[in-house]
C-alpha cells in the first residue's frame, strides 16, 4: 500500500523546545517537500528536497531545519527561533513521470 | 515574487448548484495548472489539471476553464454535493519547476 506518511497527527509542544515532525514515503519518489499551512494563507513553501543529501530552502525556511539521509524519509524540525510554529505541517513527495506532488494527511503542531 | 491569486475566501452553494472559484497568475512561464480539494484534517489531493494550450477540461461534474490571454483560471463544480464541502487550492507551475506556486484557498460549504 504505497502512500506518505506523518506522524503523529496531533503534536504539543512548550515554547523553546525543537520538535521533530516524521514524513516517509514509500513511492520511491526522488523529490520531497514541507508545507505550511494557516487559514486564509494557503500553503507555504518550507524547505524541498530533490535527492538524498541535498535540500533548498523553500520561502520560510527561518527557525525550521530538515535531513535527507534516506530517499524515503524527509524528517523536519521546528526550531525554538521560529517565531510562530503553531500550525498544519504537510509532507508531499513528487513523482518523476508528471511531476505531480502527493501529499500526506498532515501533522497539527501547538506549542504553548 | 510569483503569485496566484484566487477568489473567494470562501463560498456557500445549496446542493445541486454551480460552484465557481477563480484564480489569476502573473508569471506568463506558468505552463501547468492544478486543482487541489482538502478535506478538513486530510491533506490536499490532486483533482483536476490543464495546460494552457486548451481552454476546457471536464473530468466528471468538475471543469477548469482558462483564459490564456487574460491570465486566468477557474474551477466549475456542476450539480454540487454536500461532500464536495472541501477547501479548493489553485495551483501553478512552470514546466518540470520543482516549486508549486499556491493559491489562498475557498472554502466551500454545499448546503442541502
Known amino acids: 500500500d504505497g502512500g506518505i506518511t506523518q506522524s503523529p497527527k496531533y503534536l504539543f509542544r512548550k515554547e523553546g523546545q525543537n520538535v521533530t515532525l516524521s514524513c516517509e514515503q514509500n513511492?520511491?519518489?526522488?523529490?520531497m517537500y514541507w508545507y505550511r499551512q494557516d487559514p486564509g494563507q494557503g500553503l507555504r513553501l518550507i524547505y524541498y528536497?530533490?535527492?538524498?543529501?541535498?535540500?533548498q530552502k523553500g520561502d520560510i525556511a527561518e527557525g525550521y531545519s530538515v535531513s535527507r539521509e534516506k530517499k524515503e524519509s524527509f524528517p523536519l524540525t521546528v526550531t525554538s527561533a521560529q517565531k510562530n510554529p503553531t500550525a498544519f505541517y504537510l509532507c508531499?513527495?513528487?513523482?518523476?513521470?508528471?511531476?505531480?506532488?502527493?501529499f500526506g494527511p498532515g501533522t497539527r503542531l501547538t506549542v504553548t | 515574487q510569483q503569485q496566484v491569486k484566487q477568489s473567494p475566501q470562501s463560498l456557500i452553494v445549496q446542493k445541486g448548484g454551480i460552484s465557481i472559484i477563480n484564480c489569476a497568475y502573473e508569471?506568463?512561464?506558468?505552463?501547468?495548472f492544478p486543482w487541489y480539494q482538502q478535506f478538513p484534517g486530510k491533506g490536499p489531493a490532486l483533482l483536476i489539471a490543464?495546460?494552457?494550450?486548451?481552454s476546457e477540461k471536464k473530468e466528471g461534474r468538475f471543469t477548469i476553464s482558462f483564459n490564456k490571454s487574460a491570465k486566468q483560471f477557474s474551477l466549475h463544480i456542476m450539480d454540487s454535493q454536500p461532500g464536495d464541502s472541501a477547501t479548493y487550492f489553485c495551483?501553478?507551475?512552470?514546466?518540470?519547476?520543482?516549486?508549486?506556486?499556491f493559491g489562498t484557498g475557498t472554502k466551500l460549504q454545499v448546503i442541502p
Open positions: 508531499a513527495s513528487r513523482d518523476r513521470v508528471a511531476y505531480e506532488q502527493y
Open positions: 513511492l520511491n519518489h526522488d523529490a
Open positions: 528536497s530533490q535527492i538524498v543529501n541535498d535540500f
Open positions: 508569471n506568463t512561464a506558468f505552463d501547468y
Open positions: 490543464i495546460r494552457p494550450d486548451v
Open positions: 495551483a501553478a507551475r512552470t514546466g518540470s519547476h520543482q516549486k508549486v506556486t
